[in-house]
């Protein structure tokens, strides 16, 4: 399966942006799928995940209603919408996947999925 972000760029605080996560090589409804973020000179983290059904969202504490994640799996695309954005929202952002059985509901950290994109750069001036 690879996986390639697309979306990010430079906006102000307040705006918006909606990243998408194009997944191919496999078929994708078998993959929980989730975002994570990187900010110069931080670990890595959970931003936001979603179980292969999509009926299961997890969001970190800092992003709770701004940021909504979804997928939509005949076009093999995972997003998410990002609102309100703040400056500490700046950082390289990866979409990462990990094959799950339906009921498995995966720990939104970056040890539980294996798959990994490239990245797409978020900005976020004040």
């Known amino acids: 399966v690879q996986l390639v972000e697309s979306g990010g760029g430079l906006v102000q605080a307040g705006g918006s942006l909606r990243l998408s996560c194009s997944i191919s090589?496999?078929?994708?409804?078998?993959?929980?799928v989730g975002w994570f973020r990187q900010a110069p000179g931080k670990e890595r983290e959970g931003v936001s995940c979603i179980t292969r059904g999509g009926g299961t969202t997890t969001y970190a504490d800092s992003v709770k209603g701004r940021f909504t994640i979804s997928r939509d799996n005949d076009k093999k695309t995972v997003y998410l919408q990002m609102n309100n954005l703040k400056p500490e929202d700046t950082g390289l952002y990866y979409c990462?996947?990990?094959?799950?059985?339906?009921?498995?509901?995966?720990?939104?950290?970056?040890?539980?999925?294996?798959?990994w994109g490239q990245g797409t750069q978020v900005t976020v001036s004040s």
């Open positions: 990462a996947a990990k094959r799950t059985i339906l009921t498995v509901v995966p720990a939104c950290t970056s040890d539980e999925y294996p798959t």
């Open positions: 090589g496999y078929t994708m409804q078998y993959y929980a």
